[in-house]
């Protein structure tokens, strides 16, 4: 499971060693664990860096596509320092893994 900083950094630059991770997941070499939380707000970052909509559409659909979609129900509060990397430790535990996609906003 990748944080949102390295799907930006993956993204703004795609010779980055981020890129080749992701990159490798769409191939089929591993499959990238992501929640609706982490592409909402890999969406809010791309737009902080003036991509369009049309673009990170595409670029996030590519992610989730190929990726295991976990839907966080209750989202802990243990991560005291950068409180929205706490769905990340829920999204992790098999328990709560989906194929489905209800959260996102971005699409």
Same mark, same amino acid.
Do not use: C
């Given at each position: =499971? ?5 799907? @930006?950094? /993956? ?7 981020? /890129? @080749? &991770?992701?990159?490798? /997941?769409?191939?089929? =070499?591993?499959?990238? +664990?992501?929640?609706?939380?982490? %592409?909402?707000?890999? /969406?809010? %970052?791309? !737009? ?9 559409? @595409?670029? $996030?659909?590519? +992610? ?5 979609? @976990?839907?966080?129900? &209750? +989202?802990?509060?243990? +991560? ?7 769905? &990340? $430790? ?5 328990? !709560?893994?989906? *194929? *489905?996609?209800?959260? &996102? *906003?971005?699409?």
């Amino acid at each position: =499971m990748l944080d949102t900083n390295a799907y @930006v950094s /993956a993204l703004n630059f795609p010779d980055s060693p981020l /890129a @080749v &991770i992701v990159e490798d /997941a769409q191939r089929g =070499m591993y499959q990238l +664990i992501i929640s609706p939380p982490i %592409v909402n707000e890999v /969406a809010d %970052v791309l !737009r902080r860096f003036e991509w369009n909509e049309h673009d990170i559409r @595409v670029r $996030l659909k590519t +992610i989730t596509k190929n990726s295991e979609i @976990v839907v966080p129900r &209750i +989202i802990p509060d243990v +991560i005291k320092e950068d409180p929205p990397d706490n769905h &990340i $430790l829920l999204a992790l535990s098999p328990a !709560r893994r989906t *194929s *489905s996609f209800p959260e &996102i *906003s971005t699409f």
